[in-house]
């Protein structure tokens, strides 16, 4: 073989040897960089709530009856003691069965005997009165001339009054068993008979105790109810408060008068609330994962202009993020940088592109951001979410966006 062969040999065995090379030499890493700041840093506790208006009212059916169909819809607004929410009227009777209709019957039987009893009780009374008022008169004429002594007269008058007293007693007994007789006549009454009713002047007529909107019609349509059941809620939409549930773990470490900022609610801004009241009782709930977790209601008033919140209503979605602790001038790094290194954490700090491992101390949190105590200075540059290609001396490279 020839020089120039054994040149062309040896170039391209070169060109292989640097293609490999370049095949298998280590690449940067590319990964998502941030840098340790100062600012404000907030500790929240977060947590899932709901708006609700703070007073509402479950308007009940005073009596029980047919509720006519409520005219009034959601959000229309009423006021106290003049707005008519419902009204009920007297429920039609129910069917009689075979055995019920008979005694209904036999019943009033019973009543007409009773009342044809009483009627000639008073035929009876009243021919007694007729007699004994005319001995009295006799007695009178006969005392006038004195040929009775006074004690026979005030006999006879006694018994003119006894006879008119029992003749009174009859007279009421008649009209009590009339009463009886239409009481009686009344149980056979079968639904659709008589006439229909007066809606003026026989319903009874439910008034919104307190001025605000109707929020619901728990009975909208018509239909029979009994005493005491819930018919519409209503309440001052504008009168908003936040129940945010933590665990009790965490609403132990809340209080009250603590600032609140309600994110994720629909809205471009996150608006302002303080801590109202932490409920002194605590109840069992199960979480997503089925883990069941004792939860405490947190109770939150709005802060700010009330237009704010003129979006929200009652039962909307919140998140709620309760400050516990406030630093105004903190040095910190994002929390997705942090990672646990045995018994301490850690982060990789990148220089010259490379990434070293950096043990740190950190303070106060929110899940977002921590503060940093010790292990990194303001503007040095740390690796976010690091896997597990990086390793200390690992060779990295910003990732190029998109």
């Known amino acids: ?26 690449r940067p890493v590319p990964v998502d960089l941030a840098a340790v700041g100062r600012g404000e840093l907030l500790e929240t506790i977060d947590g899932e709530g709901r708006t609700r208006v703070r007073e509402v009212y479950t ?70 009165l007729d007699f004994v008022r005319s001995e009295f008169n006799r007695a009178e004429q006969l ?55 007066d809606t003026a002047n026989c319903c009874v007529a439910v008034y919104s105790p307190v001025d605000g909107r109707v929020l619901r019609l728990i009975h909208e349509s018509e239909g029979v109810v009994g005493a005491g059941e819930a018919l519409v809620e209503i309440g001052d939409p504008a009168d908003l408060e936040v129940v945010a549930d933590l665990l009790s773990s965490d609403a132990v470490r809340v209080t ?29 709930k199960v979480s997503a994962l089925g883990i069941e977790e004792q939860r405490v209601n947190v109770l939150i008033d709005r802060a700010g202009p009330p237009e704010a919140w003129a979006a929200l209503g009652h039962g909307y979605r919140v998140e709620a993020r309760i400050v516990v602790w406030r630093g105004a001038d903190v040095l910190k790094l994002p929390f997705g940088a942090l990672f646990r290194d045995r018994e301490r954490w850690a982060v990789f700090v990148v220089g010259d592109g490379v990434a ?35 390793f200390d001396g690992a060779r990295v490279e910003a990732r190029m966006p998109g």
């Open 59 to 128: 308007v009940s059916a005073p009596v029980g009856g047919r509720v006519l169909r409520i005219e009034q819809h959601v959000g229309d607004p009423v006021r106290a003691n003049e707005t008519v929410l419902a009204n009920i009227e007297p429920s039609a009777p129910t069917f009689l069965d075979r055995r019920a209709r008979a005694q209904a019957e036999f019943a009033v039987k019973a009543a007409e005997a009773a009342l044809s009893l009483a009627e000639a009780e008073r035929i009876r009374a009243a021919a007694d």
């Open 143 to 197: 005392a006038q001339r004195g040929n009775i002594a006074g004690r026979d007269l005030d006999r006879a008058r006694l018994d003119l009054r006894t006879r008119e007293a029992a003749l009174a007693t009859a007279e009421a007994a008649i009209a009590m068993r009339q009463y009886e007789v239409e009481t009686a006549r009344a149980a056979l009454i079968q639904p659709g008979t008589g006439a229909a009713a």
């Open 356 to 390: 070293r491992l950096r043990p740190v101390e950190i303070g106060h949190g929110n899940g977002r951001e921590a503060q940093v105590l010790s292990g990194l200075e303001e503007g040095e540059i740390v690796i976010l979410h690091p896997g597990d290609r990086i």
């Open 256 to 284: 009250v008068g603590a600032a609140v900022e309600i994110a994720d609610w629909g809205g471009p801004a996150r608006l302002s609330g303080i801590v109202r009241r932490i409920e002194p009782y605590g109840f069992a």
């Open 1 to 26: 073989m020839s020089w120039r062969g054994n040149l062309r040999y040896l170039a391209g065995a070169a060109a292989i040897a640097a293609a490999a090379a370049y095949a298998f030499w280590p």
